[in-house]
């Protein structure tokens, strides 16, 4: 096994890192339930649902068998005129939860997000992007180009990215009155820009990867006001707050706001393989007329056949209460880290330790080790997300070990 990590050490890109990693990685053997089982044997207790996916834990009998039983059927078929039960069936799901009826299957979510600024250019004939700084929408350029200017690493990629218009990022708070100061700066700055603008793109509620930061859906309620005022079509990038993670079905129920555009992903698949969605009303569809993708591995039966079977243990689970309990434990196990941080905020599954400032990501690693659970801090955040699954004592273990990793914060 020693073998095994120095190989990867010689020749295998993680995410974001550099040869070799600033920061060991681990060997993984085995994943089941809430935990993951590392090649020395140790046992960690996942707080990241794998980035957001494993909503329902890992080897899940009903996600396995589905893709047992659709490899009996075929493994792949291309999607360029053909079609077949997985994709039809997810796609008609994912309408019924959406109420957008037009699905575009796409291979990742940063392909969604590139899907969606497809449809909102051929749908406009216009080709900026209105967005808040604090985002995150994928790492491929189109993506990278409405990502935090700063968090996204502009500067690396000067004049490779289009130029989009940002506002300032939504205040900070979901219980926080929407600022009317920042409503008029918007809504000031979006005028001036309209006339060549296509669709305005946020991600719902929760910015994810650009700062874990939860904003008051009034937010979102005057982005979509601002939209139909100017002609602009909304994008909501659902991929890390879709499917419960927040609390609501998505992100956009907090503010009860239909978007023109919608992306999913993430936990589409349960965890299971990657795939995502670009949704959009029948009206966009028609102003779209041919639209211009498609990817080889569209629709693929294993990732489809899986993500149906996840939507409907999601139907069956009580993800609601679950949520809840979840949250009403981050919110008591997290507290405890006050005295540490700049900030500690939890909305539904999501719990976040803000510091003062950027993290020693191995030390923070190591303590949250010791203490039986895995979670991968970044810049000035240490959070978790963990699997719905997640029972009490397992939660219990998650908190104690932020805490104590926030008790070796630098304070100032
Ligand atoms: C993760 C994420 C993406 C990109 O998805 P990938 O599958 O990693 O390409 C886009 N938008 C949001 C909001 C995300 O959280």
């Known amino acids: 096994m020693d073998d095994l ?131 995150y929408h994928g790492d491929t350029f189109a993506c990278m180009s409405v990502c935090d200017p700063v968090n996204g690493m502009h500067h690396l990629f000067t004049g490779a990215l289009a130029q989009h218009v940002f506002a300032p990022p939504p205040p900070l708070g979901y219980e926080a009155v929407p600022d009317q100061d920042y409503l008029d700066e918007v809504a000031g700055l979006l005028a001036r820009h309209a006339h060549e603008l296509a669709a305005i793109i946020v991600e719902p509620v929760v910015q994810g990867a650009g700062g874990m930061r939860f904003y008051h859906p009034g937010y979102l309620r005057k982005f979509r006001e601002l939209a139909d005022e100017h002609g602009l079509l909304l994008i909501a990038d659902e991929i890390a707050t879709g499917f419960g993670r927040t609390g609501e079905m998505f992100g956009c129920d907090h503010a009860g706001v239909r978007p023109d555009i919608m992306c999913v992903g993430k936990a589409l698949t349960g965890g299971y393989l990657t ?94 080790m010791e203490h039986g659970v895995w979670l991968r801090p970044f810049g000035k955040l240490i959070y978790t997300m963990p699997p719905y699954a997640c029972g009490p004592e397992e939660l ?9 990793a926030a008790r070796t914060l630098r304070t100032p």
């Open 396 to 404: 219990a273990m998650v908190t104690e070990a932020m805490v104590a």
């Open 5 to 135: 990590l120095r190989l990867d050490r010689e020749h295998v890109w993680h995410p974001y890192t550099s040869f070799p990693p600033a920061v060991p990685v681990h060997a993984v053997a085995r994943a089941e339930g809430v935990r993951l089982t590392l090649t020395d044997g140790r046992e960690l207790v996942d707080g990241m649902s794998s980035w957001w996916a494993a909503i329902h834990g890992y080897r899940h009998a009903r996600l396995d068998q589905a893709i047992r039983a659709q490899l009996d059927d075929m493994a792949h078929v291309m999607f360029g005129g053909l079609t077949h039960e997985p994709a039809v069936r997810l796609a008609v799901r994912l309408t019924e939860l959406t109420g957008l009826d037009r699905v575009f299957l796409a291979d990742s979510g940063s392909v969604a997000v590139e899907v969606a600024i497809k449809m909102a250019v051929q749908a406009t004939g216009r080709t900026r992007l209105f967005t808040v700084r604090g985002g």
């Open 275 to 368: 795939l995502a969605a670009t949704l959009c009303t029948a009206e966009v569809a028609e102003r779209i007329g041919v639209l211009m993708h498609g990817p080889t591995y569209m629709g693929n039966p294993l990732a489809t056949a899986v993500a149906g079977a996840s939507l409907e243990l999601l139907a069956e689970r009580p993800w609601r209460e679950e949520v809840k309990a979840i949250e009403a434990a981050l919110v008591d196990g997290l507290a405890a880290a006050e005295p540490y941080a700049e900030d500690v905020r939890v909305l539904g599954a999501i719990g976040v330790i803000e510091a003062h400032e950027p993290v020693d990501v191995q030390r923070i690693q190591d303590v949250v």
